[in-house]
Nanobody, 121 residues
């Protein structure tokens, strides 16, 4: 069983910055793709950024140039540095990852419980 736990959310003024962290624990051989998603009230969950094990990144157009995703494979962790935050960035941020428990096993997508980010105008 793999668990992902996010941290670092909070309340920040528009233009400010936050860094989210997500750490994986449990029976982990490796984690391939990891990512961050967010869900605003009344809206569907949307992709924010993904990062491969080799650190190839992908961003939603709305966050390009403001957010930076990174990871530490040795720690099974992924991070999201958010700069120039806007009120529309408000939402619950979730991390996920494709985790493998051993060689030859199938990958299992796992989600964290989410962390709230609120950007005031």
């Amino acid at each position: 069983q793999v668990q992902l736990v996010e941290s670092g959310g909070g309340l920040v003024q528009a233009g400010g910055s936050l860094t989210l962290s997500c750490a994986a624990s449990g029976n982990i051989f490796r984690i391939n793709l990891m990512g961050w998603y967010r869900q605003a009230p009344g809206k569907q969950r949307e992709l924010v950024a993904t990062i491969s094990r080799g650190s190839t990144t992908n961003y939603a157009d709305s966050v390009k140039g403001r957010f930076t995703v990174s990871r530490d494979n040795a720690k099974n962790a992924v991070y999201l540095r958010m700069n120039s935050l806007k009120p529309e960035d408000t939402g619950v941020y979730y991390c996920n990852g494709e985790a493998y428990s051993r060689v030859g096993a199938s990958g299992v997508w796992t989600w964290g419980q989410g962390t709230q980010v609120t950007v005031s105008s």
